[in-house]
């Protein structure tokens, strides 16, 4: 969901917190002793938009990557929906996907969803429209910006054919012709990256995705070593996890997934039970049916 706020991430307290890892973030040695488990899943979605708030030339990686195109041909990236200090992180409602201007051309939606709440393409479809909804009164429909929602899911969006990145879009059914270049989904698909294509390597989105699902800070700096921009994406996300206020609020939110995690097996538990329940009366109904067909036959 998109924000309708610019507001800033951080207050003054924080605003001086920020210059000093920025300043920490200059060292190249920032990950030397970070070892061991990773204590704040990379799949967290407050760290997520955090740290591509905080780093632009991270940023600016992982566009260039899911877009297969040069860093260099990359001149601005400019991050439309922050979080505010004083928003819910333990929340439903809370906005924690990331929006993008790119090159002052493309509006690119990002977001992690860990939870599969079976309506990602319907909920996709309308992040997609109300960022295409993006003119003001009186402009002209040429001045429509070609707009990119990609969400990183950490489970299967189609079972039954499994991909790793995926894209669509709008096209003719016989012709396959595109009908608009400008309005485009794509999914990442976190739970099968060994599904990924010669491109989705040559353009280490792979990697990307398993920087999101590594466990520890040594796959992390195995992947540093590889991309410069994972390595600043790696700096930042290891700097914020040193910040403890920080860290609490990806705790908090991390604990409210969790239990969101809880609830959505529970349903999907019930929801199988009731099917075999189901199934279980029809076949008692079956059976009864036989019987009473039998005695009545008996009984002529």
Known sequence: MQSKNHSTL???EHTKTNSLLSEALTTNDLLSNATG???IPMTNDFLFKTFLQRNNKALKGLIASLLHTPVNKIKSVEVLSTLDEGDSITDKTVIMDILVSFNNNSIINLEMQVINEYNWPERSLTYLCRTFNHLNQGDHYSLIRPVIQIGFLDFTLFP????????YKMMNEKTHAIYSSKFVLSVVNLTCIDLATEDDKQYQIDHWASLFKSTTWEE?????????Y????????FQLTRDQQIRRQFEAREDFLRREREKQWRLETLTAENTDLKTEN???KSKI???EAALAAQTT
């Open 160 to 167: 039954d054919a499994p991909e790793f990145y995926s894209t």
């Open 37 to 39: 488990p990773v204590n």
């Open 282 to 284: 029809s076949d008692l």
């Open 289 to 291: 049916a036989a019987l």
């Open 220 to 228: 992390i700096k195995m992947l540093a070593e590889k991309n410069e």
């Open 10 to 12: 951080a207050s003054s």
């Open 230 to 237: 994972i390595k600043e994406a790696a700096d930042t996300i």
